[in-house]
């Protein structure tokens, strides 16, 4: 890791490792795409994927060009969780050749469980995850990269956790490591 473990509670009643996004913002600076959201972390995932209806509004507000010719100014991507934002920057998100194409994927699941994002291998491999069944909960640091400088977590305001919350919070125990999308 290389920042600090922050906890976030798992969410839902879709049984999956799910958590809940604030909003998202493009250079720290809040969209209003996304309120109170939620996502499963999922390693099994090549992609970023969510609602068909978001992901057509963060497409079109980004405005990838197909040629690429302002890919050096995409902004980073980053979605309040836990009331830091988690970022990728365009090299995460955007796969550059004779094309710009993005590593973003329509998903409408119905609901209950629904409507869900997922992050995927863009998201999990700049951010390490470590999951804890028994507390119900996700930690994520920025991942460290050989060769590579980690970037600052960058911590927004927001609510208060609840006392129950940060009981959990103390408890230090958990599984570590990477799972597959699967029930919590």
């Not at 604030?22 to 309120?35: A, S, V, W, Y």
């Not at 094309?99 to 409408?108: E, G, K, V």
Request: charged share 20%.
């Amino acid at each position: 890791m290389a920042s600090s473990l922050f906890w976030v509670p798992v969410e839902g009643t879709s049984g999956y490792w799910e958590v809940r996004i604030e909003d998202i913002t493009f250079n720290e600076k809040r969209q209003e795409l996304c309120q109170d959201c939620r996502v499963a972390v999922d390693t099994g995932t090549s992609m970023l994927a969510g609602p068909s209806i978001l992901m057509a509004k963060l497409k079109k507000r980004l405005g990838v060009q197909s040629n690429c010719s302002n890919y050096d100014s995409l902004p980073k991507l980053g979605f309040i969780i836990g009331h830091h934002i988690l970022s990728l920057s365009p090299p995460d998100y955007i796969s550059k050749s004779n094309i710009c194409s993005s590593s973003f994927m329509d998903l409408d699941i119905p609901p209950p469980r629904g409507p869900l994002f997922i992050f995927g291998i863009p998201f999990l491999q700049r951010y390490y995850s470590v999951y804890d069944q028994p507390n119900r909960r996700v930690g994520f640091a920025v991942a460290r990269h050989k060769g590579i400088e980690p970037e600052t977590l960058v911590e927004v305001g927001g609510p208060a956790p609840s006392v129950a919350f940060l009981a959990r919070q103390s408890n230090i125990g958990g599984s570590v490591g990477r799972v597959a999308l699967r029930k919590a």
